[in-house]
């Protein structure tokens, strides 16, 4: 993150799984029967709300299926921000979409895999390193996406140590084994989440 000016304002995080990688290279079904979901979910939506909503500011309407029929519904729009190899600033319209009625309490980022801004090619998740999806605000609104390895999070000097801590923190929190990590802090009113306990 040090290649991006300006303050973080928020920080939301999302624990990565193996699943999450084989959506981001379009290859998310265990089965042979289909492409898989192509979609981070975050559980606990409402909760996620107060650092959801300044991260995708915007509200747009949206044809979905649900229940067989077709409906309207309340999708949140924002920007990813990145920067490719040579150094260029790219952007890219980002959708936060609601709870579905069979996941009434996960909302999602969609398509993933289209967005190259979240390029996993890097990414080893093995044990003792835990992979954070992050996406992080800065003052000025843009929205970066980021992974961070717990192996760089608990290295001295790699993060900022208010980041590290906090990030430290709900990762060695207690949880059940299967739940993976996820939440948020925000700097400009010290609102904060950890799924742990």
């Keep these: 993150m040090a290649n991006q000016a300006g303050q973080v304002a928020r920080i939301f995080y999302k624990e990565l799984v193996e699943g999450d990688l084989r959506k981001l290279r379009a290859k998310s079904n265990d ?3 289909g492409g898989g979901a192509r979609d981070f979910r975050f559980g606990s939506y409402k909760t996620l709300l107060p650092v959801i909503r300044p991260m995708f500011p915007q509200t747009v309407k949206e044809a979905r299926k649900r229940g067989g029929q077709n409906v309207m519904i309340d999708v949140f729009k924002g920007a990813f921000s990145w920067r490719d190899a040579q150094g260029n600033t790219h952007s890219k319209d980002a959708y936060f979409e609601p709870p579905t009625d069979v996941r009434p309490s ?3 980022i969609a ?3 289209e967005y190259p801004c979240f390029d996993a090619s890097h990414v080893k998740i093995g044990a003792g390193n835990r992979v954070l999806l992050l996406l992080i605000q800065l003052d000025d609104d843009s929205l970066w996406p980021h992974y961070a390895e717990e192996k760089s999070l608990r290295t001295p000097n790699a993060w900022h140590p208010v980041v590290a801590k906090e990030l430290l923190d709900c ?7 299967n739940q993976a990590v996820i939440g ?3 700097f400009t009113n010290e609102g904060r ?3 742990g306990k």
């Design 193 to 195: 989440y950890c799924n």
């Design 184 to 186: 948020y802090r925000d």
């Design 106 to 108: 996960e909302g999602r």
């Design 171 to 177: 990762l060695d929190a207690a949880r059940p084994v």
């Design 111 to 113: 398509r993933v895999h």
């Design 31 to 33: 089965a042979d029967t």
